[in-house]
């Protein structure tokens, strides 16, 4: 039986057990046991080279974004409103066969935007033949890489399209919208199972836990529980290989219904209504609000800052400190420097005295103090060894050295 058949098996076994206290382990066992297929099907086959890379486009920008979306509701379309990159957009279905990247200049950031081929209900499973099959896999692994997912839906289509893709991206291990568990998890070689929590657990509990650990034949290892989590949440950590994703839904094509219709969209969760009929500005706001980009100007010292040129830091890609924006300046800065002068928000008075781990917001200025080059064996030589008998009798009435 192919792995796909036996998913199936499982999923009708569930549908035909009752939910009480009773079933409550069978159920999590056969959900680690479809977990566990599923993880197979995403498994390049054996000989091939990897297969599911995506379609190699280079990354490009401060950020990436994912149309991802059922064929002919207007990916390609978008494209081309957006970054002026011509993508051919057609009234039959896969107009698109590859991936299309675009660059969308916003906010003196730049981003890139790609366009993919429509996914069809089924092809986390395999649904589709020859390159359809393939495309599955490489939209999947673009969406992956990306930073943002904008799922492109036809607002007069089926409003239960966004659930089954959704399930389609949840099949194949992303998780939109969603933050990672609070679950600590760490196999181990020996020792057992250590089992601990920090939150009341109403979901799950230690059996279910150890019997979900011996499906998946670890016998050892350390578990925290940080939150009320749930058998899935246990499962994805337990995984390891989920990826957590912000999406916007977009139902795009509202020129074709009514204002009632369009009202009840926009009011989902995590949802924006345009139509690439109209204008789409409202969309690229939303966009670059929800990836989070933190601009910061560069000052040097007694001159302006440059406000056409910002460094571009992101708090899911490398973080946002005082130390991720050094980085980013010149690879020596961290170690040079002395500590940082902060315009902007993420200060209480301006300038303010900052140190690596200040977390800076978008548009703060930042002028990098650096310390005093040493002089050899002059009066820096001496000055930065000055304190050392100090520094040895602070330690000493801290903790005494025994004598
Ligand atoms: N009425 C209306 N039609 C639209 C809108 N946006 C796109 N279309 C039309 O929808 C059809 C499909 O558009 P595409 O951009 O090719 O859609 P796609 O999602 O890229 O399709 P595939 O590449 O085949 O998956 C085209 O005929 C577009 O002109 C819109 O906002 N309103
Ligand atoms: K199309
Ligand atoms: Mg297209």
Redesign the pocket.
Known sequence: MGIVERIKEIEAEMARTQKNKATEYHLGQLKAKIAKLRTQLLEPPKGSSGGGDGFEVTKYGHGRVALI??????????LTMLTGTH??????????LTCIPGVIHYNDTKIQLL?L??IIEGASEGKGRGRLKLFVSQVIAVAKSSDLVLM?LDASKSEGHRQILTKELEAVGLRLNKRPPQIYFKKKKTGGISFNTTAPLTRIDEKLCYQILHEYKIHSAEVLFREDATVDDFIDVIEGNRKYIKCVYVY?????VGIDDVDRLARQPNSIV?????KANRLLARMWDEMGLVRVYSKPQSQQPDFDEPFVLSADRGGCTVEDFCKHVHRTLVKDMKYALVWGTSTRHYPQHCGLSHHLEDEDVVQIVKKKVREEGGRGWFKSHSNAPARIADREKKAPLKQ
């Open positions: 979306g059922f064929p002919s509701v207007g990916k390609s379309t978008l993508s051919e957009a057609a009234s039959y279905e896969f107009t698109t366009d081929p429509g492109v795009n094509k509202i020129d074709v345009i139509s690439c009929n109209l």
